[in-house]
Nanobody, 124 residues
C-alpha cells in the first residue's frame, strides 16, 4: 500500500512558477514509477508527466514539454513537478500517482495509487 500526499499548489500569475511535491509512504517507493496528472473543470483527467523508478526515464505531455520538469528523490520518498512559464490553461487539480510496474506511462489506468489532488490556478 502506498499513500501519496501532494503539496505546493496555489494561485500564481501567468508566466510564474510553482513546484509541486508528492510525498509517499511505504518502503517500496523507489520501485514505483510516478506520474502527475491534471483535471480541469468539465474535462477528463490528463497526463502531465511521468518518471521511471530510477529517475532515468522521463515523459511529458506535449502541452508542458519544455516548461515542466519531473524529478524524484528516492531517499526522501518524494516526487516533484517544477512548473515554469505557467499559462491560464494549466489551471487544474493536479494529482500524483504511483505505478507499480516501474517504467512510467501516459496511461492513467496503469497507476495503482493516487493522491487527493491539489488546486493550481494560473491567473491571466
Amino acid at each position: 500500500q502506498v499513500q501519496l500526499v501532494e503539496s505546493g499548489g496555489g494561485l500564481v500569475q501567468a508566466g510564474g512558477s510553482l513546484r509541486l511535491s508528492c510525498a509517499a509512504s511505504g518502503r517500496t517507493f523507489s520501485s514505483y514509477a510516478m506520474g502527475w496528472f491534471r483535471q480541469a473543470p468539465g474535462k477528463e483527467r490528463e497526463f502531465v508527466a511521468a518518471v521511471s523508478w530510477s529517475g532515468a526515464g522521463t515523459y511529458y505531455a506535449d502541452s508542458v514539454k519544455g516548461r515542466f520538469t519531473i524529478s524524484r528523490d528516492n531517499a526522501k520518498n518524494t516526487v516533484y513537478l517544477q512548473m515554469s512559464s505557467l499559462k491560464p490553461e494549466d489551471t487544474a487539480v493536479y494529482y500524483c500517482a504511483a505505478d507499480a510496474r516501474g517504467s512510467g506511462s501516459r496511461d492513467r489506468t496503469r497507476y495503482d495509487y493516487w493522491g487527493q489532488g491539489l488546486q493550481v490556478t494560473v491567473s491571466s
